[in-house]
């Protein structure tokens, strides 16, 4: 894996919904049409911050292609979210000890608000348990 690699070459599933929906804000970052503060790029997921930070790190990484939830993903693309979950480590290594909060929202109900998915990294602070 490298930071900045070229398109995707996944050799896993096709993605669910179209693969370029006008209404996915995040393919669009992902295709560099809307500006974003990108940490890490490869072939499987790019990582960038959350434009409403929820704490001192707060990144969101998601796959290059389009799925809506973290089950979907597992199912399609489990290579995928496996990079997903080590992108997510790294940068909690490199910007808040090691140690982060990992989120998927999974549905409007639990607070799904962009339905292509995406790990919520969290950390820099502490957390309380249960989660609001
Ligand atoms: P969720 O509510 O789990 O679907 O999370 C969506 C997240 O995307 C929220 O934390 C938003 O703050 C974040 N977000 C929305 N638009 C952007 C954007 N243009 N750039 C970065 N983050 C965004």
Not at 81 to 97: F, K, S, T
Not at 105 to 127: I, K, Y
């Amino acid at each position: 894996m490298t930071d900045q690699d070229g398109p995707p070459e996944t050799g896993e599933g096709e993605a669910s919904g179209a693969a370029r929906a006008p209404d996915d804000l995040f393919l669009r970052i992902v295709a560099g049409e809307l500006p974003a503060t990108i940490v890490h790029s490869d072939e499987l997921v790019v990582a960038f911050r959350d434009v409403a930070p929820q704490a001192p790190v707060h990144v969101l990484v998601v796959p290059r292609e389009r799925y809506e939830t973290v089950a979907e993903l597992a199912a399609a693309a489990p290579a995928t979210l496996a990079r997903l979950v080590e992108v997510a480590q790294r940068v909690a290594d490199a910007e808040c000890g090691g140690q982060f909060r990992l989120v998927f929202n999974s549905g409007p109900a639990v607070g799904q608000s962009v339905m292509h998915v995406h790990g919520h990294v969290l950390g820099g602070r502490g957390f309380t348990w249960p989660p609001g």
